[in-house]
């Protein structure tokens, strides 16, 4: 027979919590947690920033294991409301679900109504590559494989640590992903200091991506061709994990993703993901429906998990 923790029900009650908050809430425009880590994060870089790995394995150090010492303090708390509590404002403060569906709408909506400057402008939000020469098809193709790729790291790798980790998985993972945006990109200042960050978030984002994958397969109208793409794309990214969300999102939407990118005047070739067209701007709706239904399916999923994970006999 089991029986289930006190802890086990408080964590999957704030975890349940944090998730509705943040459909409701969204985040702040001013003020957020993630912001204010961002700007401790690039005040350490200045004292710590030499070109060589070690500089980073320190920065990376003293950013993540920061704040996870002060989430552990949290996960101490003994009270089960007051932990419900802080693994719900935990768990609000790192998922960006909610944001990232309305910016996939936001530039839907600007596409459909022919302002592609408005789109241009927008797109910077989702993602890193250079707008300015985009047309529509392909600012629809750069929103489609951001809302791949950041269903994983906004929501589904968070939910996946917090399961299993409570408030120290929840903002130790944050914190690494956020790093890895700000200097694990390959870039001459960043080659050699960011690669500490950068293999930290690979590991960290290693099974959650192939869960975002494996959902999306799930949420697809033909499972078996989604399942397919998957199988057969997601390792040609050269991402070990975008790939497997770009490729799942390919196949459940029928489309092709991949292709010529332009970083700030860097141009990457992508190997092509998926058997069907290219992404048109009505595919971006039907991309934040499967990035809804991939989140509410991991959130659902989460809350099980973490209350599954502290039964005992």
Do not use: K
């Amino acid at each position: 027979m089991f029986i289930w923790s006190e802890r086990a029900r408080s964590r999957a009650a704030g975890i349940a919590a944090g998730v509705l908050v943040d459909a409701l809430v969204a985040d702040p425009r001013a003020g957020h947690p993630v912001a204010l880590f961002g700007r401790a994060a690039a005040g350490i870089e200045r004292r710590l920033y030499g070109d060589a790995r070690p500089n980073g394995v320190l920065h990376v150090l003293v950013c993540v294991g920061g704040v996870t010492g002060v989430a552990v303090a949290a996960e101490r708390v003994r009270h089960p409301v007051a932990h419900a509590a802080l693994t719900a404002a935990a768990t609000w403060a790192v998922l960006g679900g909610t944001t990232l569906a309305r910016e996939g709408a936001y530039l839907a909506q600007a596409l459909e109504g022919g302002d592609l400057d408005r789109a241009r402008a927008r797109l910077p939000h989702l993602c890193g590559r250079d707008p300015s020469e985009l047309e529509a098809s392909e600012v629809a193709r750069a929103t489609v494989e951001s809302l791949a790729e950041n269903t994983s790291d906004a929501v589904v790798a968070p939910l996946f640590w917090g399961a299993l980790a409570g408030v120290p998985g929840l903002l130790a993972y944050r914190a690494a992903n956020t790093l890895d945006a700000m200097v694990g990109h390959r870039s001459p200042r960043y080659e050699r200091f960011g690669w500490a960050a950068a293999r930290l978030d690979d590991v960290a984002n290693f099974v959650p991506a192939r869960i975002t994958g494996l959902l999306a397969v799930a949420a697809a109208p033909d499972r078996r061709r989604a399942l397919a793409v998957l199988a057969r794309d997601g390792h040609r990214h050269p991402s070990p994990n975008a790939g497997r969300c770009e490729a799942a999102f390919a196949g459940a939407l029928g489309v092709t993703l991949g292709g010529v990118n332009v970083y700030a005047g860097r141009t990457e070739h992508r190997p092509e993901m998926g058997d069907g067209r290219g992404p048109e701007v009505s595919d971006i709706r039907r991309a934040v429906r499967l990035t809804r239904v991939v989140s509410w399916a991991a959130a659902g999923l989460a809350v099980a998990a973490a209350w599954s994970l502290g039964r005992r006999r």
